[in-house]
């Protein structure tokens, strides 16, 4: 199986513009999750997801929205990009159970000018 | 609320010196606790989780519940182990389940 991936690696948007960014499983894990990484920032949680159907707020989620229609699929919209969301994106999954591996994707940079 | 701390943003180490990355966490129920690491321009992976007691790449953690810790170590440090660590905290709360990280910490291990 592929694991989690995310698409596109590479984006420049204009402040103003909308995108999305994609992110898949194939490991039917109920759990997905997006996050920003950002220098001395770390790790923090924009939106996660425990099953189809069903989303939930991160510690960032200002500016971003979220969906989950299939078990699959996890995308993170931006709809109106400010500088501030220059970022890199990880998209991650488990199985929505404890003791489980985090998967991640390989990372989207992002950057807004 | 749970908490990572990571006190260190970075550490330097030479070679085969003993490495240590610290960990604190605060959450009043049971922890889960995984150290990941991201190489440079990569994806983040998964290093040591507490529950396995398993040593990788030569690391090993203890999960530490009178002092809240994590620690990773390392009793040699190569070259190749110079990356981003990031502990992090699994908690449930009712079905769901968070994962929270710490900020990480740079190693730079030198020749």
């Known amino acids: 199986n592929a694991g989690v991936t995310q698409t596109p690696k590479f984006q420049v948007l204009k402040t103003g513009q909308s995108m999305t960014l994609q992110c898949a499983q194939d490991m039917n894990h109920e759990y997905m999750s997006w996050y920003r990484q950002d220098p001395g920032m770390g790790l923090r949680l924009i939106h996660y997801?425990?099953?189809?159907?069903?989303?939930d707020q991160g510690e960032v989620p200002n500016g971003y929205n979220v969906s989950r229609s299939t078990t699959e699929d996890f995308p993170l919209r931006l709809l109106s990009a400010a500088p501030s969301q220059t970022s890199v994106y990880f998209c991650?999954?488990?199985?929505?159970?404890?003791?489980?591996?985090?998967?991640f994707g390989e990372g989207s940079w992002l950057t807004v000018v | 609320a749970q908490r990572v701390t990571q006190p260190e943003k970075l550490l330097s180490v030479f070679k085969g010196a003993p490495v240590e990355l610290k960990c604190n966490y605060s959450?009043?129920?049971?922890?889960?606790l995984f150290w990941y690491v991201q190489y440079s321009r990569q994806r983040l992976q998964l290093l040591l989780r507490h529950i396995s007691r398993e040593s990788i790449k030569g690391f090993t953690a203890d999960l530490n519940k009178g002092e809240t810790s994590f620690h990773l170590k390392k009793p040699f440090a190569q070259e190749e182990d110079s990356a981003m660590y990031y502990c992090a905290l699994v908690t449930k709360g009712g079905s769901n389940y968070k994962l929270t990280f710490g900020k990480g910490t740079l190693l730079t291990v030198n020749p």
């Open positions: 991650a999954s488990s199985f929505n159970r404890g003791g489980n591996t985090i998967y």
């Open positions: 959450y009043s129920g049971s922890p889960e």
């Open positions: 997801s425990v099953g189809a159907g069903i989303t």
